[in-house]
């Protein structure tokens, strides 16, 4: 069982930039592909990125193209979600999730995720 935390939500303004964290908890973080999600008010959960680790790629939501970069701090077993030129739309609970490292080239479903943590909050004000 992996236990994921993450951190780094928060209150920003609009036009900030923000870093996520996630470590899981157990010693496999270089088996992971890891990825994030989020989840606004009234809406479903939906993919934000994610990096696979066979094939050393990382992926993007078209929303958050250009305005992110999901990357790993393997000294630190940690993965990190660099935002920045956030807007208000961007305000959502953001999820850390993993699984075992694969071949499969879904990556953005929900259901392709083993391992969730319990999720950040980041909120984007006007």
């Known amino acids: 069982q992996v236990q994921l935390v993450e951190s780094g939500g928060g209150l920003v303004q609009a036009g900030d930039s923000l870093t996520l964290s996630c470590t899981p908890s157990a010693r496999t973080f270089s088996t992971l592909d890891m990825g994030w999600f989020r989840q606004a008010p009234g809406k479903e959960r939906e993919f934000v990125a994610a990096?696979?680790?066979?094939?050393?790629?990382?992926h993007y939501a078209e929303s958050m193209e250009g305005r992110s970069t999901i990357s790993t701090d393997n000294a630190k077993n940690t993965l990190l979600l660099q935002m920045s030129n956030l807007k208000p739309e961007d305000t959502a609970v953001y999820y850390c999730?993993?699984?075992?490292?694969?071949?499969?080239?879904?990556?953005?479903?929900?259901?392709?995720?083993?391992?969730w943590g319990q999720g950040t909050q980041v909120t984007v004000s006007s």
């Open positions: 990096i696979r680790r066979i094939s050393g790629t990382t």
């Open positions: 999730a993993a699984r075992p490292k694969s071949f499969r080239s879904s990556y953005n479903r929900e259901a392709e995720y083993n391992y």
